[in-house]
Each structure stands twice: as C-alpha cells, then as structure tokens.
C-alpha cells in the first residue's frame, strides 16, 4: 500500500528531462558538416560542434579541432524524438543502458533506422549516440548555487525507478 502511494504522489513524478544526440566523426571538414546536416534533419534544430578534448597523433586529431555534433533536446521535441528512438530499437531496451541515477545511454548504428528519416545521398549515413536524463520534481534544488542543497536519498532515481518508468510509459521491454 506504501509503494502505491509513493508512485501517486506528485514529487514522485519521473519525466523525461533532456535528450542529447551525439554524433562523433572523429575527424573535422566535410564530415563533421554532413554530421551537422544529419542531425538537423533528424531534430529541426541546429547541432553544435564539439572539439577533441585532447591531442591523438596515432588519428592525427588535435586538441581542440572539431570531431563532433551534439544536439540537446528538452520538453515536447525531446519526448517525440525518444519515441522515434525506441521504436528504431523495436521497443527492447538492455538492462546494461541503464545507470543507477535515471540516466539511459543508447546507440544506433545507422540513422536512417530512425522511423521517419530518408536516406540523403548527399548526407550519409552515420551512427549516434542517444542520452537520456530523467528527472522528479524538486531537482532544480541540486543546480543551484548553495552547496547544502541535496537531492535526499529517497527522492533520486535510481535503475529500477527508471526501467518502471520506460515500461509503463512508453511499452519497452527490458532485457
């Protein structure tokens, strides 16, 4: 009876905070502009580029260059996006995806899986990585600036909170 009325109360809500989509490419030029077309295309929304961390002579990357695209999606935009992205993994989840703090982490080997999305010669297609963080209300207190302010134990989420929430709300099965 507990349980039942821990999952009604309001601060107990899960939802889906952000989306991020991350396509590496590993090398800078063309590829990182067809990455860039890719995923406005895939999100309507225009990527940001991120540069290497550090120096790879083996690559022949330096630091600082641009290897990669990312988008982050929030609100409406990034819950429509999710769907199309479990419906691309059939609605199967690994039980490995998920971390102990509501975040799930997926790949998808090739874009044109995305239901939706046709392939552009001109493009490519390229591979991505999926990022998504969900939250409970009341997490905001943790952003702020005062080192006191905690998210209490009882009020993270923790795998179990986050493969519940994937099952009832969008029908995936975890494996």
Do not use: C, W
Request: glycine share 10%.
């Amino acid at each position: 009876l507990s349980q039942q009325l821990q999952v009604q109360h309001d601060m107990k809500k899960i939802s889906v905070d952000k989306v991020v989509i991350n396509i590496g490419v590993g090398k800078s030029g063309e590829p990182i502009e067809k990455a860039k077309k890719a995923l406005l295309e895939l999100t309507g929304q225009q990527p940001a580029v991120r540069g290497a961390k550090k120096t790879v002579r083996d690559f022949g990357i330096h630091k600082g260059e641009p290897i990669g695209v990312v988008v982050t999606l929030r609100r409406d935009p990034a819950i429509e996006f999710l769907k199309r992205v479990i419906a691309a993994k059939k609605n199967v989840l690994k039980s490995s995806s998920f971390d102990n703090y509501g975040n799930i982490s997926l790949g998808i080997h090739e874009h044109i899986d995305i239901p939706g999305t046709k392939y552009n010669p001109e493009i490519g297609i390229f591979g991505m990585d999926v990022n998504i963080v969900l939250s409970r209300p009341g997490y905001r207190i943790a952003r702020k600036s005062r080192k006191s302010a905690k998210i209490g134990k009882a009020h993270r989420i923790n795998k179990d909170d986050a493969v519940a929430f994937f099952r009832q709300e969008y029908g995936v099965e975890v494996e």
